[in-house]
């Protein structure tokens, strides 16, 4: 652009000098003063540029399948029933019926399990379904034999591989494990090597876990560590979560943590921050939608509905780069 200036300034220059020669005659006169003048403001005239703004964009698109409706769920409880829980065992049945209410507002297509933590000496109960009592499911945690070993990993990988814990497992149902009790996992099994298990275990379905154990809130004394579930809230971080608190008089916010049960989605977050909003296009299975709004603070996209199940919700928009 500056190479093209000069080279026209240099033709003006020379066009100018020409027209001067041609009048020098005049030098002086008043005609020569007014073609100067005129010169002077040509010379003076200059183009005018628009400068326009050219930054680079990128598109980025963000996605999610909302998840499937639960059609069977089958769930096994780890019970510790060593000498220290016998007096937890109410606080479990009651525990029990309330979870039994919450999976039944989600499907009526499900079977509990009871088994003792101790693989050498395993105690099993069940199943229980929609067609068993209050009761059944009320007196199920004292009817198990008590035990002295307290290995919840171990107990589950045993179970199910002998012939009660086949027949128990449907390879069709989606599966929720509930390890409860007051002490510290003991297993030689360390809780990555049992979530990897789990997830070859359980590769053809969903699966989450629920501990319910004693957190490490600072309040326990040094003598009485081994009480904290150090491995039950190492699994759970696993899982993304935290432990259920065994004290606590209400277990149902497992509910809320679990990792697919209740796993619907109205919102996105971005995954680039900045976008340009005006670019922001939502789609919901290939469809495009008015129906959303976006939050800056959060930098999320807020749908006004809750897709359905199996839906593909996509976001795309630009950031600059």
């Not at 709004?293 to 006004?304: A, D, H, I, P, T």
Request: charged share 25%; glycine share 6%; with cysteine.
């Amino acid at each position: 652009m500056i190479y093209w200036i000069r080279s026209f300034l240099k033709l003006k220059d020379r066009h100018y000098s020409s027209i001067v020669n041609q009048y020098k005659h005049v030098k002086g006169s008043a005609f020569f003063t007014g073609i100067c003048f005129l010169l002077f403001l040509c010379s003076c005239t200059s183009a005018d540029y628009q400068v326009t703004d050219t930054k680079e964009t990128r598109v980025v698109v963000d996605s999610f399948v909302q998840a499937d409706k639960l059609e069977s769920l089958d769930i096994l409880v780890v019970l510790d029933t060593s000498g220290s829980m016998s007096d937890n065992f109410n606080d479990v049945a009651d525990g029990m019926e309330l979870l039994r209410a919450d999976i039944e507002n989600l499907t009526l297509d499900y079977q509990f399990g009871y088994i003792t933590m101790d693989p050498t000496r395993l105690g099993y109960l069940g199943p229980y379904s929609s067609s068993s009592t209050a009761i059944d499911m009320l007196m199920a945690p004292s009817l198990l034999p008590m035990t002295m070993l307290e290995e919840g990993f171990g107990a589950t990988y045993t179970f199910l591989s002998t012939e009660e814990g086949l027949a128990f497992r449907r390879p069709e149902a989606d599966f929720l494990l509930f390890l409860i009790s007051d002490e510290d996992e003991q297993s030689a099994i360390t809780d990555d090597l049992f979530y990897d298990w789990m997830h070859d275990e359980f590769k053809d379905v969903n699966h989450d876990i629920v501990c319910v154990v004693n957190p490490d809130d600072g309040s326990q004394q040094n003598s009485w560590s081994n009480e904290i579930g150090f491995k039950y809230i190492d699994l759970s971080n696993l899982y993304g979560k935290n432990v259920v608190d065994l004290q606590a008089e209400d277990w149902s916010v497992w509910l809320s943590d679990s990792s697919y049960i209740v796993n619907v989605k109205d919102s996105i977050a971005l995954s680039a921050g900045d976008p340009i909003v005006e670019s922001i296009t939502v789609y919901i299975d290939h469809e495009t939608t008015s129906r959303w709004s976006y939050s800056k603070k959060s930098n999320r996209v807020e749908l006004g509905f809750t897709p359905d199940h199996g839906s593909l919700v996509e976001v795309g928009y630009k950031v600059y780069m």
